[in-house]
């Protein structure tokens, strides 16, 4: 049964930038079908990014788009979300989301979409 285990994450100053990492363990496939979303209290999980690794394709929210990054690390079971130029807006707990990537429908930014998620790791900006 394959687990994301996320890391990453803290209080930074705006402007800065950080990395979130995304590990997944016990996987069994060789690409990628997922997702990072960002969830404020009360509030539903917004969509934030897609990569589907086996056509190198990626998707971005206009919210984030030019500041952050979705890729995998070479040779790792591992997603890194980087995120620079960090705004007071961007604080939430923030998920990493995979799923079998047969059928990658990476252009769906919705939670329903994916069937393994991270336990979350919160970032909190300040200006």
């Known amino acids: 049964q394959e687990r994301l285990i996320q890391s990453g994450g803290g209080s930074v100053q705006a402007g800065s930038s950080l990395n979130l990492s995304c590990e997944a363990s016990?996987?069994?496939?060789?690409?990628?079908?997922a997702g990072w979303f960002r969830q404020l209290p009360g509030q539903g999980r917004e969509g934030i990014a897609t990569i589907y690794t086996g056509g190198a394709e990626t998707l971005y929210a206009d919210s984030v788009k030019g500041r952050f990054t979705v890729s995998q690390e070479k040779g790792k079971d591992t997603l890194i979300l980087q995120m620079n130029d960090l705004r007071d807006e961007d604080t939430a707990m923030y998920y990493c989301?995979?799923?079998?990537?047969?059928?990658?429908?990476?252009?769906?930014?919705?939670?329903?979409?994916?069937?393994?998620w991270g336990q979350g790791t919160q970032v909190t900006v300040s200006s």
């Open positions: 016990d996987y069994s496939y060789s690409t990628f079908c």
């Open positions: 989301a995979a799923k079998p990537p047969y059928f990658c429908n990476w252009r769906k930014m919705e939670p329903d979409n994916f069937d393994w």
